[in-house]
């Protein structure tokens, strides 16, 4: 879906916004039925997208397994871990000319260092877990980020019922828009007794206490605005991202705002050309996830029949009612003999096979959620290199290296870009030196798991030169190579700190006066042997010599 234009009056837009979230809504119909039933398998508690949830209502009595429950939580702990956790990220210019500069790295480093302390003061890790257990259910979770009240940096995920997405001719995510509900209490504790509603007004200084707690709809609009202002600071109606909060029932704009940069985020997991929404490995298990849960329905009934078989007994062969109970004693008539007694009924079904069976399905889902990638990786963190780990991972897990750099480029990327525009707009940040103004910066990532990706690049470096170094002695093949740039390169691929790295202009002086002293040693070598020769051009000319003959010529 491509972003439409928005009409300039945006105090005038509540009804147009209201009814573009209903066709949205309308548009992911299907989705949200699909949806249904992978979250009710995979995230239970979030099992409300179509059905309207019911607080405290127990788990579905239909879910036998919860393979797939336990497979995401550990997706999303892997995630966690070997993607958002330690010092997952890096800052460097982008004019590579200026990029060594000790200023230039002195700054990126401490920014990083700031940005890694206000993110843990924050909800950070709390937020972004959840944000990654949504992303293994419905493929693109949201997850929101401005300025906090106790910290500096705040962060919200959302449910994916809540909130709507549109692309601009770009393919990328600019417009969002939530769908949610507050109590009268809450409306005015976020926009104040006078900018709300007369219904919402009444509820909240009614007599009832219950009254307070009435809910009301609303829809908070995010996509960006025609026209702005390219200054810095800019008043809230004239900043490049249009925010505005709408009353539902009254149809009108409560509070027309603004902000700087794109707030909320919403990548998507893997993404068909035509889809505005992910896909999420829950979507693609569902099938094995389903056969998990039969397989386990049966199993526990072909258990229950082993244990508490049914009873073969001629139709008047009982004395009285027949019960199952464990010791207890069956009274059969005198008359019946051998197999006419009551005896236990075996079908002869081989539970040891649906054991396997299950024991195989349950194994698939696991390897569908990455679970083995991420237990390999704990494993062999600390006792394997970064190369054997990168060997590994190529092997078996190819199929992530996509979904991980479409969460860096769609999350991560404006997360951590917004988080340093709100840092340096609340004078966190120390001043920008002289060598940056004007310039861009990028991010690089240098988590486990983003610099196992980046040694794959790094093997494929070490086999291409094994092949090279045939033609080494023969040829001038490394002229075509700059191998200053691939040592440095390598170096940060495989996550070294900034300051092991020597500057560029300190190299170079180093190279210059190791160049000098070469050229003085060779110039004193010379020296040396034309003195030596000297004495000896002196002599007298040996008879018979070359020299003789050239003086008798002469």
Request: glycine fraction near 8%; include cysteine; proline fraction near 4%.
């Amino acid at each position: 879906m491509v972003a439409q234009a928005v009409p300039v009056k945006e105090q005038d837009t509540a009804e147009y916004h209201i009814r573009r979230v209903n066709k949205m809504k309308a548009d992911r119909g299907t989705l949200e039925s699909h949806l249904q039933e992978v979250s009710e398998r995979v995230l239970p508690r979030k099992g409300y997208i179509t059905l309207i949830r019911t607080k405290g209502v127990k788990r579905d009595p239909t879910i036998y397994d919860t393979t797939a429950e336990t497979a995401n939580q550990n997706m999303a702990s892997g995630l966690f871990g070997h993607l958002f956790s330690g010092r997952w990220f890096g800052l460097k210019a982008r004019n590579k000319d200026i990029n060594d500069t000790e200023a230039v790295q002195n700054w990126f480093m401490e920014v990083t260092r700031i940005l890694l302390e206000e993110m843990a003061v924050s909800n950070f890790n709390l937020e972004i877990y959840e944000f990654l257990l949504d992303l293994g259910w419905c493929g693109t979770p949201c997850i929101d980020v401005n300025p906090g009240t106790d910290t500096l940096l705040n962060f919200e995920t959302y449910h994916f019922s809540e909130y709507f997405i549109a692309e601009n001719n770009k393919g990328k995510v600019d417009t969002n828009y939530r769908r949610f509900k507050y109590t009268a209490r809450q409306a005015v504790q976020e926009w104040g007794i006078d900018n709300v509603s007369e219904d919402i007004k009444k509820a909240y200084g009614s007599e009832k206490p219950e009254d307070r707690d009435k809910e009301f709809w609303f829809i908070h609009a995010i996509f960006p605005r025609e026209e702005y202002s390219t200054s810095y600071p800019a008043l809230k109606s004239r900043q490049p991202i249009a925010s505005l909060w709408i009353d539902i029932k009254n149809k009108s704009v409560i509070k027309v705002d603004g902000i700087y940069e794109m707030s909320k985020f919403t990548p998507r997991w893997v993404k068909t050309s035509n889809d505005l929404y992910g896909r999420s490995q829950g979507m693609a298990m569902l099938p094995d996830i389903k056969s998990a849960n039969h397989a386990r329905k049966e199993l526990k009934m072909g258990l229950s029949l082993s244990i508490n078989p049914r009873i073969l007994s001629p139709d008047d062969g009982i004395v009285g009612t027949l019960k199952g109970n464990p010791g207890t004693v069956l009274y059969y008539r005198k008359t019946l003999q051998g197999t006419d007694k009551p005896k236990a009924f075996h079908t002869g079904a081989r539970i040891d096979w649906a054991q396997e069976g299950l024991k195989e399905t349950r194994m698939i889902i696991k390897q569908g959620f990455f679970n083995d990638l991420f237990a390999m990786l704990t494993e062999l963190t600390g006792q394997k290199t970064a190369f054997e780990i990168a060997e590994r991972i190529e092997e078996k897990h190819s199929l992530i290296i996509a979904p991980i750099g479409r969460l860096q480029s769609e999350l991560a990327n404006g997360m951590i870009r917004r988080c340093i525009n709100i840092l340096g707009r609340a004078g966190r940040l120390p001043p920008v030196p002289q060598e940056l103004a004007g310039q861009q910066y990028e991010i690089e990532y240098i988590s486990k798991l983003a610099l196992a990706l980046k040694i794959i690049e790094v093997r494929a470096l070490g086999q291409g030169l094994a092949v090279i170094d045939t033609f080494r002695e023969t040829t001038d093949i490394m002229d075509n190579y700059d191998t200053d740039e691939i040592g440095r390169g390598v170096a940060q691929r495989l996550g070294w700190p900034v300051e092991w790295l020597r500057d560029i202009d300190k190299r170079d002086e180093m190279r210059q006066a190791r160049a000098e002293d070469r050229a003085a040693e060779q110039a004193a070598e010379l020296a040396a042997g034309a003195a030596d020769a000297v004495p000896k051009l002196q002599k007298e000319t040996e008879s018979g010599s070359p020299l003789e003959a050239m003086a008798g010529a002469a």
